[in-house]
C-alpha cells in the first residue's frame, strides 16, 4: 500500500512541476497560431471572450464559422518564424516571394501592439505592389492566460493626385519588356479592380459597370492620368483577353473580372468586388469564376480608394 501512495505522491508531483515550469505561449506565438493554423480553431482560440459571446447570441454558426484554416492556412513553400523581422515568408512561382514582415512589438506584461507590413519581391528586390498593400496594427492582450486580438486597425494611404505617387504606380502596372505575363495580367486585373471601385464612389446611382469603356473614363486624383490606360480599355492587352460582367441592375453590387489568355499553356485569372484574385491553370474564364484557386498574397489589393486629401 506504501508503495501506492509513494507513486501517487511522486505523480502528482510531477504533474505540479510540469504546469509551474510550463512556457507560456507568446503574443508572437498566438499571432503565428490566428494567422497560420490548419483550422479555424486558431483564430477563435483568440477572440476575446465577449466577442465570441456576441456571436453567439447573433446566432452564429457552430465554430463561428471558422472550420477551415486560419487567415493565411499553410502551404509547403511557407515558412514562419518565431524570432526576427520577418513573421512569414512564401515562395512563390518564378523566383517571385510574400513576406509578412513585424515593423513594431512593444510587449509589456499584459498587453502587446504589434505593426505588420507586406510585400513582393522578385529575385529578392522589392516589388512595386508593395506600395499597395496597408500596414496592420493589432493590439493583444492576456485573458485568463491566453493572448486575445483585442483591436484590429489598418493604414492605407492612397495619395491619388501626387505626382509621385502616380509615377510609382505607372511603374509598377505597366508593361515592362520581357516582364512575366502573369504578373502584367494580375496588375491589370486589380486595375479594373480600383476603377470599379472608384466609378461605383462617383456614381452611386449606378454602382459598379460592366462597360470598359466606362471604366475608361476613371481618372486618378485631379483628373488628368486614367485609372486604365487605352489598351485595356479595348479588352485586349499583351497576351490576354480582359472583360467584365456579372453587374446586374443599377445600382449593380457585384462584377466579375476575367483575364483569359490568347496563346494555350497560361493560366487564367478572375476577381470579383471582394478584391479576391483567383486563378485556373486551363486557362478558361469559367473555371476560374466557378472553382479557381486564390493567388497568394493578393487579396490585400481590393481595398477601396481612398479620398484624395483634397476632396471634401
Known amino acids: 500500500m506504501w508503495r501506492a501512495v509513494l507513486a501517487l505522491v ?43 459571446a456576441a456571436l453567439q447570441k ?39 516571394k510574400f513576406e509578412i514582415h513585424i515593423e513594431r512589438d512593444d510587449l ?6 504589434i505593426d505588420l507590413s507586406f510585400h513582393t519581391l522578385k529575385d529578392g528586390v522589392e516589388q512595386g505592389l508593395t506600395s499597395f498593400y496597408p500596414r496592420v496594427s493589432l493590439k493583444m492582450g492576456l485573458e485568463k492566460g491566453v493572448w486575445k486580438l483585442k483591436e484590429v486597425a489598418l493604414n492605407l494611404r492612397l495619395p491619388l493626385d501626387d505626382p509621385e505617387f502616380l509615377k510609382g504606380l505607372q511603374e509598377a502596372f505597366k508593361e515592362r519588356p520581357g516582364a512575366s505575363p502573369d504578373m502584367a495580367a494580375m496588375s491589370s486585373v486589380h486595375m479594373l479592380i480600383f476603377a470599379e471601385k472608384q466609378y461605383k464612389r462617383m456614381h452611386p446611382e449606378r454602382g459598379f ?50 483575364a483569359v489568355p490568347l496563346s494555350p499553356g497560361k493560366r487564367a485569372f478572375c476577381a470579383d468586388q ?4 483567383r486563378y485556373s ?14 493567388v497568394s498574397g493578393t487579396s490585400f489589393l481590393s481595398a477601396e480608394p481612398s479620398r484624395s486629401p483634397r476632396e471634401p
Not at 485609372?227 to 460582367?245: C, E, N, P, Q, R
Request: net charge negative; charged share 15%; aromatic share 8%.
Open 274 to 277: 471582394s478584391g479576391e484574385l
Open 281 to 294: 491553370a486551363d486557362g478558361l474564364a469559367e473555371t476560374c469564376l466557378a472553382s479557381g484557386q486564390p
Open 209 to 258: 459597370t460592366c462597360s470598359l469603356t466606362e471604366l475608361s473614363s476613371v481618372k486618378f486624383g485631379n483628373g488628368e492620368v486614367p485609372m486604365i490606360d487605352a489598351g485595356l480599355a479595348s479588352g485586349t492587352k499583351g497576351d490576354y483577353k480582359f472583360a467584365v460582367t456579372g453587374c446586374g441592375t443599377a445600382p449593380a453590387s457585384s462584377f466579375q473580372v476575367t
Open 10 to 52: 511522486a505523480a502528482l508531483g510531477f504533474q505540479a512541476w510540469a504546469q509551474q515550469t510550463q512556457v507560456p505561449q507568446s503574443p508572437r506565438q498566438a499571432l503565428i497560431e490566428m494567422l497560420f493554423s490548419r483550422t479555424g480553431a486558431g483564430l477563435e482560440k483568440h477572440l476575446p471572450d465577449a466577442t465570441k
Open 58 to 96: 447573433g446566432n452564429a454558426p457552430s465554430g463561428f464559422g471558422f472550420a477551415g484554416p486560419g487567415m493565411f492556412g499553410t502551404s509547403k513553400n511557407m515558412q514562419v518564424f518565431e524570432t526576427g523581422p520577418v513573421l512569414m515568408a512564401s515562395d512563390e512561382a518564378r523566383g517571385e
Open 108 to 113: 509589456t506584461s499584459d498587453h502587446d501592439e
